[in-house]
């Protein structure tokens, strides 16, 4: 936070699980400030969200009411307040859910997330990341790939989200990268970009071994002393070629563009390149203040 | 360990990463008293292992050598000493490697592991088992399917292991239900029976899905208020559907014998029924004594 306090217009807040993000606006949309905290949705009870809040943005808020638009796992069943989902095919946001405060001075409003019915599916934040890429790419007619913990892959046509699906690749690499006997392999950050494109090719092809590809990462690296940057590169071109073996009538023919980190953005760019596919990239911070921001108009529209 | 020492002709010992056992056993083969610890060669230093088992087997120890047999990841490059992997195909057990020890008392030998080449894989502790089930067995010509943390399908033909593959089943099982978002959904042991078999289906005619699947089970729990016990199934069924999947070379049309403990052998020979396929059940503990046990005559005779 700047020393000297910003007065907001308003306030955006990402709430998710781990962490939150808020920022101090303007009314007409600009940044004045930034705060983040750990103090995510998943250790909080009901009654500690509003004083975590108010410690982060005190200094921003004047005598009067001061609007927050927030979006994430705050809306969740076990959040501050529920924001039930609302069920595709429909738009990112819809009406916003309020939530009451004891502190005058805030006007707190939370964004649902979305589900799906049919194939069961939910999600809590990305909606508004799809709203902030919608606010600047109104006519996309595609598939966005919304890499992450648990990746989104999401069906956008008129405006609307047809359908999505969520394949948790991310957390897989966590935990056999982290947690089991691949750790040893695996090790340090390096990659090796030849060998991950190999192993997305392999999994796309032959999606029927999954599962028995990982062992041979251990074995490869014990018997053949594979190095660990060629091991961790197999392991995730795995994971992200089995991603790609799922959702194939998400990306086959589609026009696809990539919302995530950068690095996580480059790979899956990678992967679908393999595949013949070019795919636009864009980084998910942004788009889910410029979501937030599409929400506040609409708000006080 | 009995109250009164029990003296030992031979000591048979199966040491893994978490866990030791050892056996005080006559010379025709019976079993006088075990004793369990969990000093498993993860935590020990090279000249720790010495002094753990003598805590152990002290009492079952005369004036003269006693013979130890060994098998398990205490022959690793990080374990006691190294027992080079023997390569397939060939006879579950070959020559022992002996390892010095200070105590004169003691006359260790260590079975070896085995890899192959082809498609790299490894072995340690299994091929005593296969040991144990082929001296109950010789003609056996088929298959044997040892489920666990890595569950291995071993193709045995005129006594040799041809050819084996690991799918690492149980750790996926595990660190999912323990510790991804899944464990929201599946605690408990409670278990569907009926959900499993169908999720075992799914996963078999369906396999490029294999990780797709995964956070339908959280999104059913979540929409649909799926019990825990229909969603612990349906993670345990599709991971071992996509194992079945997997391993389709492995069964297709040959006879099988399942090794290993009797609630995962129940489960794997529920899987498999659903293929058409009955599998006889074998517990994994009883030949692991028996392979240590075939292993000590050799040595003597």
């Known amino acids: 936070m700047s020393a000297q306090a910003a007065y907001a217009d308003w306030i955006a807040v990402d709430w998710g699980t781990s962490n939150l993000r808020a920022w101090a606006m303007t009314a007409a949309g600009e940044m004045r400030d930034m705060v983040t905290s750990d103090k995510g949705m998943g250790n909080l009870s009901r009654e500690e969200f509003e004083p975590v809040l108010l410690s982060l943005v005190d200094p921003w808020l004047g005598s009067g009411e001061t609007p927050v638009v927030a979006c994430g796992m705050v809306g969740a069943r076990q959040g501050w307040a529920e924001a039930p989902y609302r069920t595709v095919p429909t738009t990112p946001h819809g009406a916003l859910s309020p939530c009451a405060t004891q502190d005058p001075r805030l006007s707190v409003h939370i964004l649902p997330g979305l589900k799906q019915t049919k194939t069961p599916d939910v999600m809590r934040g990305e909606e508004t990341q799809i709203a902030g890429f919608l606010a600047d790419h109104p006519d996309f007619d595609g598939v966005l790939c919304m890499p992450g913990t648990h990746t989104k892959w999401v069906h956008i046509s008129a405006r609307e989200i047809a359908s999505f ?5 991310g957390e897989l690499f966590a935990l056999l990268s982290k947690s089991s006997v691949l750790r040893h392999s695996v090790a340090g950050l390096d990659f090796d970009d030849a060998a991950f494109t190999d192993a997305v090719s392999d999994a796309i092809s032959r999606p029927e071994a999954t599962t028995a590809r990982l062992f041979q990462i251990r074995a490869s690296h014990l018997l053949e002393g594979t190095e660990a ?31 995530g980190a950068p690095a996580l953005n480059r790979l899956y760019a990678a992967a679908l390149a393999s595949q013949g596919l070019e795919a636009a990239q864009h980084t998910g911070d942004d788009l889910t203040l410029k979501g937030l921001t599409a929400a506040y108009k609409e708000l006080i529209s």
């Not at 699906?165 to 690749?169: F, G, H, W």
């Open 165 to 169: 699906q969520t394949v948790m690749t």
């Open 229 to 259: 940057p060629v091991s961790r590169a197999r392991l995730s071109g795995a994971l992200i070629g089995a991603e790609l073996a799922a959702t194939r009538p998400y990306w086959l023919g589609q026009q696809i563009a990539l919302v």
